[in-house]
């Protein structure tokens, strides 16, 4: 019984924990309002700010020319990128390649 | 086949000489800079004649006019809709980019609509390109000619002359904006 009480313990710290981590690795970067070049140099800040592999980083623009802007960066330095959404915003889902 | 081998060793880089100094031809220079650094390429600006306006500490210098600049759309940031449609470069004659205080009308203009359209001040953006990488330099013969002292301008610039631009930037490319 006291076994089963620190098990469940420990699994709900542990579930806890995960949820911090995830929530730390998930960096938005809010670009709205913004025009080129700011969006790409806040999102290459921001890559080198978050070295870490498991980074996702959210980018929200509104810049136009973002749709093939990001793309166009994320391949040149071999990044894994995903459009979200188009509207009201763009938001891009980048990470980085394993 | 020789030589193409040699440009694909070479590092990216990315070379601008710039040697106008007001507003509109700042930015863009600025602008390409600084993408391309935060895309890893190697990027170094050469600032010459009226260039060097650029990268004084005061940058009230830089301004735009649309005297003798036929290409400037000139609208108004500020108004109703219909007012800020017209492009007052094509409507105007241009002598009256000559009456005292258009220059100084066109440069707050010109400032309010880059922030409008989310670009950063000037400053801020040629900080940004420093904080990138970006080697910014100063033509040492044109400092002279112009009479500017070093502590003119901002810190984190070299000053070389022309020989020394041309023996570190690429081979390959070189813009003159």
């Known amino acids: 019984m006291k076994d089963n009480i620190v098990y469940l313990c420990l699994c709900y710290i542990n579930s806890a924990y995960q949820v911090i981590v995830e929530v730390l690795l998930d960096i938005l970067i809010d670009t709205k309002g913004l025009a080129c070049p700011m969006p790409i140099i806040k999102l290459k800040k921001s890559l080198?700010?978050?070295?870490?592999?498991?980074?996702?980083?959210?980018?929200?623009?509104?810049?136009?020319?973002?749709?093939?802007?990001?793309?166009?960066?994320?391949?040149?330095?071999?990044?894994?990128?995903?459009?979200?959404e188009e509207q009201p915003c763009i938001i891009f889902k980048v990470w980085r390649s394993t | 086949m020789e030589k193409l081998a040699e440009i694909k060793h070479l590092p990216d880089q990315f070379s601008v000489i710039q040697t106008k100094g007001t507003l509109d031809w700042a930015?863009?220079?600025?602008?390409?800079?600084?993408?391309?650094?935060?895309?890893?390429k190697e990027v170094e600006l050469y600032f010459t004649f009226y260039g060097?306006?650029?990268?004084?500490?005061?940058?009230?210098?830089?301004?735009?006019s649309p005297l003798a600049n036929p290409g400037m759309v000139v609208k108004s940031p500020v108004g109703p809709e219909w007012l800020q449609e017209i492009?007052?470069?094509?409507?105007?004659?241009g002598l009256v980019w000559t009456l005292p205080g258009a220059s100084m009308?066109?440069?707050?203009?010109?400032?309010?609509?880059?922030?409008?359209?989310g670009q950063v001040p000037i400053e801020e953006?040629?900080?940004?390109?420093?904080?990138?990488?970006?080697?910014?330099?100063?033509?040492?013969?044109?400092?002279?000619?112009?009479?500017?002292?070093?502590?003119?301008?901002?810190?984190?610039?070299?000053?070389?002359?022309?020989?020394s631009y041309f023996a570190q930037t690429p081979k390959t490319q070189s813009l003159f904006i």
């Open chain 2, 105 to 117: 009308l066109a440069t707050w203009g010109f400032k309010k609509r880059m922030l409008l359209e």
């Open chain 2, 52 to 64: 060097l306006n650029c990268i004084l500490k005061d940058s009230s210098g830089l301004k735009v």
């Open chain 1, 48 to 84: 080198a700010e978050n070295p870490e592999l498991d980074n996702l980083f959210y980018i929200e623009s509104t810049d136009k020319g973002g749709l093939q802007d990001i793309p166009a960066f994320c391949q040149q330095q071999c990044l894994v990128y995903e459009l979200l």
């Open chain 2, 27 to 40: 930015y863009p220079a600025f602008i390409l800079a600084s993408t391309a650094a935060a895309m890893d």
């Open chain 2, 87 to 93: 492009d007052w470069n094509r409507k105007l004659p």
């Open chain 2, 125 to 163: 953006l040629r900080d940004l390109c420093l904080e990138l990488g970006v080697k910014m330099t100063a033509c040492q013969m044109s400092v002279d000619l112009m009479g500017y002292k070093p502590e003119d301008f901002i810190d984190g610039i070299s000053f070389a002359g022309a020989a």
